[in-house]
């Protein structure tokens, strides 16, 4: 009896010490299971939202200088952001000089909702083909995370197969809920994905 017990506590601990499973979300063969987002301190580093999901995937809103050399301490290797040039004039630093600095690679994919830098399909499959061919962590940003979550839900819905409702929960723990009144039309992520999801809010149409 007393080496039965003994068996059993040993199979017990060799249990426990089993890796944790994978949570990976980039490369050719990511992880079926799509972990929750997990929200971070953002002071001194990121505008309003750091968010990592799984092992290897940050979505933040604009990194400061120190936010970019943390991000290379959790050794992501692409930085995606989604702003616009206007709006990366008024940051006070280099971010795609300093991003490669670091060692990192700087994909530029702005959208902001207008003929110039419009919401579509296009970015989503961009960003989607960062997340196959990335050989380490991603870090997508844009102001405060909310175009990015936009944008992370419509990639799930569209390339990772996540049921409509999960993926907009997804992307409502980090930073997507509300609407942009300048878009009272489909929302950012029903542009990314080109068709109509009934249980988003949309401002109301002005009258002509």
């Known amino acids: 009896m007393r080496i039965q017990r003994t068996l059993v506590a040993v199979a017990a601990l060799a249990v426990l010490s089993l890796p944790a499973a994978a949570q990976k979300m980039t490369g050719a063969h990511p992880a079926g299971a799509i972990p ?7 002071t001194g580093l990121f505008l309003q939202r750091f968010a990592k999901v799984g092992d290897d995937l940050f979505i ?3 990194p400061t200088e120190n936010g970019l050399r943390e991000l290379k301490k959790r050794g992501v290797t692409v930085v995606v952001n989604l702003r616009t040039p206007p709006e990366m004039a008024r940051i006070g630093f280099d971010e795609p000089k300093l991003i490669e600095e670091l060692g990192m690679k700087y994909v530029y994919l702005p959208v902001r909702g207008d003929s110039t830098a419009p919401y579509s399909p296009a970015t989503v499959a961009s960003f989607a083909k960062v997340m196959e061919t990335a050989t380490g962590p991603v870090a997508l940003h844009c102001t405060i995370a909310w175009r990015a979550s936009h944008l992370y839900a419509a990639y799930l819905i569209k390339y990772r197969g996540v049921e409509v409702d999960k993926a907009l929960a997804a992307g409502n723990a980090i930073n997507m809920s509300g609407y942009d009144p300048r878009t009272p039309g489909r929302q950012p992520v029903e542009a990314f994905l080109d068709r109509d ?3 988003l809010k949309h401002t109301p149409a002005k009258a002509p």
């Open 36 to 42: 929750a987002p997990v929200l971070m301190d953002t």
């Open 60 to 62: 933040s809103g604009q």
């Open 197 to 199: 999801i009934p249980t």
